[in-house]
């Protein structure tokens, strides 16, 4: 069973970086999409933060324009989430995703806090 497992989390002041990394615990092959979803509150439904298509091609949540960049290696079934100037509402639990044209494998999530 393939596993994601998604690092570099923490507690960040407002206006500081973080850098997630997530990576599969075996190969996956044909992954169409790679991406980083974000949960800010229990029961809040999980919304996109940034994605990376096969072809390079990305999309950010608005509210994070600008402010982040998403990077991978489809090959190496690793995606990167590069986050500057966070602010306290992005504070969440952030998850990996990693899409084929038949599955979505989700990481289990990492916590980014942002606060003073």
């Known amino acids: 069973q393939v596993q994601l497992v998604e690092s570099g989390g923490g507690l960040v002041q407002p206006g500081g970086s973080l850098r997630l990394s997530c990576a599969a615990s075996?190969?996956?092959?044909?992954?169409?999409?790679m991406g980083w979803y974000r949960r800010q509150a229990p029961g809040k439904e999980r919304e996109l933060v940034a994605t990376i298509s096969r072809g390079g091609d990305t999309n950010f949540a608005d509210s994070v324009k600008g402010r982040f960049a998403i990077s991978g290696d489809i090959a190496k079934n690793t995606v990167y989430l590069q986050m500057n100037s966070l602010k306290p509402e992005d504070t969440a639990v952030y998850y990996c995703?990693?899409?084929?044209?038949?599955?979505?494998?989700w990481g289990r999530g990492t916590q980014v806090t942002v606060s003073s």
């Open positions: 075996r190969s996956i092959y044909n992954i169409n999409v």
């Open positions: 995703n990693l899409a084929t044209s038949w599955v979505n494998y």
